[in-house]
């Protein structure tokens, strides 16, 4: 079978900024055996898409494929991330700390939150509600990073957690358990008064059990 993309549905649009568009003919002409880009927009447990773009040749498009044509430069993207990028503008900023492709996406993934789940009263046991809330939010959130939050325990309103995954060993930890995960722990659940990082991100010894 012919690999020949499908033409975009008239629903779906998608715009380039002139320096965007500028500096993707300028990567085509570059290499010229390249005609188009591949975008995607994928989940990735955060609380937005990743996204990637690729030089290819029109020749690598595949059935599902829709082909969409901006600034005359031909875009290929799969249906998935054609509903995730569907009114999304790409521009491209030169600035001395970062330059770079920027997405402005009015669309943005679907995270549970509290108070969408089967449980919206967060009653019972604090361990429980704490482990909802890790569950339901946290998790997913800590997940774009590669890292994982387990609850260690529930006493004397303290909350001790042990951070894993990406997490482990990260500088970060104290700012992310301070500004993020403690802050939304003691909103939601007011009785809550510390939040403890057990893990001892040098030997792995868990203050919670001394």
Known sequence: MENVAKEVPLAFQITLTDEAAEKIRAALESQSEKNALRLEARVSGGTDFKYSMRLISLEEQTPEDILHQVSGIHLVVDPGSARNLNGATIDYEDRIVRSGFKFNNPNKPETPRIGSGPRTDLSGPVADRVQFLLDSELNPAVAAHGGHISLVGV??????????????????????????????????IPEIEEVVDTTDHSTGENPFYV
């Open 155 to 188: 006493r004397d309103n303290k909350v001790y957690l042990n951070f894993g995954g990406g997490c482990h060993g990260c500088g970060m930890v104290d700012v992310t358990l301070k500004q993020g995960v403690e802050a939304r722990i003691r909103e939601v």
